[in-house]
């Protein structure tokens, strides 16, 4: 069974202060590691998709790693705009996404 | 980028009484559709996937009778919550890709948050 494992469940930075979010998994046969990012209400806002380990993607102050085990999510010098829950997900041979519970990120300035 | 709309954006309804929500792709065709339920600080739930022209297929647990999709077109997606009741109250969030293979993204919606009285 695909399994996917976010950590940790939230985190609080200040202003400029870089850190990473962790995404552990186990998977048979890999068909994407997708990160989206879910403001309160909103549906999931698609960020990256990682298909094979030491592929890195980045995007303005967010960029994603994955290896054969977890995929990173590093945030460097965020902002308070970066505030949201990050999800994680992974698509395995059945081609279902399957979601993990999600960091709630929050910054402040 | 792809964009993926939902309507409507909420819904109040009376226990017993039926609620359709639409999802539609904007700027692509979508061969698969699925629909996730949230609940509060909870991760999403997959409930179906359909495919244009063919039955949705229901993850275990969910009631087919209960849940109606259909996938009429290559853009259009309904889901019909029949005969509601308080419990089927959620966030209900659609969500399309233009096919499964890698490479190809599952773009969201806004949602749809339900609340049955």
Known sequence: EDQVTQSPEALRLQEGESSSLNCSYTVSGLRGLFWYRQDPGKGPEFLFTLYSAGEEKEKERLKATLTKKESFLHITAPKPEDSATYLCALRGSNYKLTFGKGTLLTVNP | ?117
């Open chain 2, 1 to 117: 980028g792809a964009v993926v709309s939902q309507h409507p954006s909420w819904v109040i309804c009376k226990s017993g009484t039926s609620v359709k929500i639409e999802c539609r792709s904007l700027d692509f065709q979508a061969t698969t559709m699925f629909w996730y339920r949230q609940f509060p600080k909870q991760s999403l739930m997959l409930m179906a996937t359909s495919n244009e022209g063919s039955k949705a297929t229901y993850e275990q647990g969910v009631e087919k009778d209960k849940f109606l999709i259909n996938h009429a077109s290559l853009t259009l997606s309904t889901l019909t919550v029949t005969s509601a009741h308080p419990e089927d109250s959620s966030f209900y969030i659609c969500s399309a890709s233009p096919g499964l293979a890698q490479g190809e993204t599952q773009y969201f919606g806004p949602g749809t948050r339900l609340l049955v009285l």
